[in-house]
C-alpha cells in the first residue's frame, strides 16, 4: 500500500500516550514526519521509541498560551495540526470543585484555542486542524458536566474556524467512551472494569472503542482534502442509544 502522507510534517499534542500516541504511530506509518509535544520527558522518550524514526518530541504545557506562542513562532512552517491533550476531571456538578473544573477547560479547551490560534499562520497550503470533542457534548452523562461545556465549544469553534482560517481545513473529532489510561486516573482498575463493561453492552457495536478506533479517523481528517467543518463521531453509536 502507497504511503497516503511522506513528506507530510504533523504536529500533534498529548502524542506520548493513548490517541495521541496511536494517532502518531498510525500517521507515522503513512510515512509523515512525526513531532509530538507533552509534559512529560520521559514519557515523550518512551513514545518517540515506539513510534520510530520519523518521530520528534518537545516538552511542552499547552495550558501555558506564552510558550505554546514562543514554541510556534520560531517552528517552521508545516503541514497538519492534531489535538487530543487533555487532562481528567470528573464529578457531579455540585460537588466537583471549581479548581479541579477549571484545569480541565484549561487544557481541553484553552489548549486546542491557543494551538491553533498559534499554529495556523506556519500552517502550508492544504493543511488541517483537527480538533477533539467528545460524547458528552451528544449524550448527555452524569458527572460530566466539564466536558459537555468544553465538548459544545471545541463543536462550535470548529465550524466557525473552517470559515475563519479557510482554505486551511478544520475538523473535530467526537470520541465515544474510549479505552485510554485516562479512566485509570478517574476509577480504581476494579470499578473502571465494571463500567466498561455496562457500557459497551448498552452500546450497537458491543464493544469499547479502542484508540486505533480514533487514530483512523485522525487519518481521514488529515488525508481527504474536501473534508472542513465536520463533526466526525467515533463512538460506537453511543449518541443514539
Not at 59 to 80: A, P, R, Y
Not at 110 to 134: M, R, V
Not at 196 to 207: D, F, H
Not at 208 to 237: E, L, M, R
Request: overall charge negative; hydrophobic content about 40%; charged content about 20%.
Amino acid at each position: 500500500m502507497a504511503q497516503a502522507l511522506i513528506g507530510k510534517k504533523v504536529i500533534i499534542t498529548g502524542g506520548s500516550s493513548g490517541i495521541g500516541l496511536a494517532t502518531a504511530k498510525r500517521l507515522s506509518s503513512e510515512g509523515a514526519e512525526i513531532l509530538i509535544i507533552g509534559r512529560s520527558e520521559s514519557k515523550l522518550d518512551k513514545a518517540q521509541n515506539e513510534i520510530g524514526k520519523n518521530c520528534k518530541t518537545h516538552q511542552l504545557d499547552v495550558t501555558n498560551e506564552k510558550t505554546i506562542s514562543e514554541f510556534f513562532n520560531s517552528s517552521d512552517n508545516f503541514d497538519h495540526l492534531i489535538t487530543p491533550a487533555a487532562d481528567a476531571a470528573m464529578g457531579a456538578f455540585l460537588e466537583l470543585d471549581s479548581q479541579t473544573a477549571m484545569s480541565l477547560v484549561e487544557s481541553k479547551l484553552w489548549g486546542q484555542y491557543y494551538c491553533a490560534k498559534y499554529a495556523a499562520p506556519k500552517l502550508n497550503d492544504g493543511g488541517s486542524i483537527t480538533f477533539f470533542s467528545g460524547i458528552a457534548g451528544r449524550k448527555p452523562m452524569a458527572g460530566a458536566s466539564t466536558y459537555a461545556l468544553i465538548a459544545g465549544a471545541m463543536e462550535s469553534l470548529t465550524r466557525t474556524l473552517a470559515l475563519e482560517l479557510a482554505p486551511i481545513r478544520v475538523n473535530c473529532i467526537t470520541p465515544g467512551v474510549i479505552d485510554t489510561p485516562i479512566w485509570s486516573e478517574l476509577l480504581p482498575e476494579d470499578i473502571k472494569a465494571t463500567q466498561l463493561e455496562n457500557i459497551a453492552s448498552m452500546l450497537p457495536v458491543k464493544r469499547i472503542g479502542n484508540v486505533d478506533d480514533v487514530a483512523k479517523a485522525a487519518f481521514y481528517t488529515v488525508d481527504n482534502s474536501f473534508v472542513t467543518g465536520s463533526i466526525i463521531d467515533v463512538d460506537g453509536g453511543h449518541r443514539v442509544t
